[in-house]
């Protein structure tokens, strides 16, 4: 929190003085946190990214989650019943993406600088690992997309960002329950007249902490050991329930 305010006091002093005065870059940011711990109560988290600019102009940002490889299922219909018919991988696929603009992003620049710096949804590069029929790609990569927006870990719609006296921005970044662990990177580009004149990045690192953390990394280091004591609770368990309504 202090470090939260402290951040804004500057700021706003640098709001304040006239253009010229400070040898600054024209654009500079950070978050309210730079860190999301995932507890075993964890559901979900909310944080700011704030900044300001050296005159008025348009801001966007995007945040974008560690990269991994997806598999997505097509479902089917068989004898009346939905399974998971052909599948598709993609390789590097964020697991977080999240944008944001002053405006609509049609009204800030054109399709073509959009398409460079892979600013929205629609312009996010998913490669199929295998399939090259281009209709193939377009099916798949839009199952996808509608997954990851239904679980909420793409943005649907561009979020709003606040500026203030042409000077101050501001916008709030949600992060749901299911949001993977890794590093995050947060870009932000700074328009006038539809061209990127400044842009800023900074990181965020969500992990998990306390018993889950503990519990994950004995999982990953000690595999072994961890699947024998995994039966071993299966197994009590079992025994448990079955003493208690053989008692019943």
């Keep these: 929190m202090l470090r939260r305010l402290f951040l804004w006091l500057i700021f706003s002093a640098y709001a304040a003085m006239p253009v010229g005065v400070l040898a600054a870059p024209p654009l500079v940011a950070d978050l309210s946190s730079k860190q999301i711990r995932i507890t075993t109560d964890f559901t979900g988290a909310n944080l700011l990214l704030f900044g300001a600019m050296d005159g008025a102009g348009d801001v966007v940002v995007v945040v974008r989650g560690p ?22 991988v993609f390789n590097s696929v964020p697991g977080y993406y999240f944008v944001a603009g002053s405006r609509p992003l049609d009204e800030i620049t054109d399709g073509a600088t959009l398409d460079r710096l892979r600013i929205g949804v629609d312009r996010i590069p998913l490669e199929l690992s295998s399939s090259t029929d281009p209709q193939d790609v377009q099916s798949f990569r839009e199952g996808l997309i509608d997954l990851k927006q239904e679980q909420g870990l793409f943005s649907a719609e561009p979020a709003k960002i606040s500026i203030a006296e042409n000077r101050l921005f501001r916008v709030d970044l949600t992060f749901p329950s299911n949001v993977p662990t890794g590093p995050y990177t947060a870009d932000i580009y700074l328009f006038r007249n539809g061209k990127p004149v400044g842009s800023s990045q900074t990181t965020l690192a969500v992990r998990k902490a306390g018993l889950e953390a503990a519990v994950y990394d ?28 053989r008692k019943a």
């Design 67 to 88: 990269r991994a490889q997806t598999v997505v299922r097509r479902k089917e219909r068989i004898g009346g019943i939905w399974v998971n018919g052909s599948e598709r």
């Design 218 to 245: 004995f999982a990953h280091r000690h595999s072994a050991f961890y699947g024998i004591f995994a039966i071993v609770i299966a197994l009590f368990a079992g025994w448990l329930a079955g003493a208690i309504f």
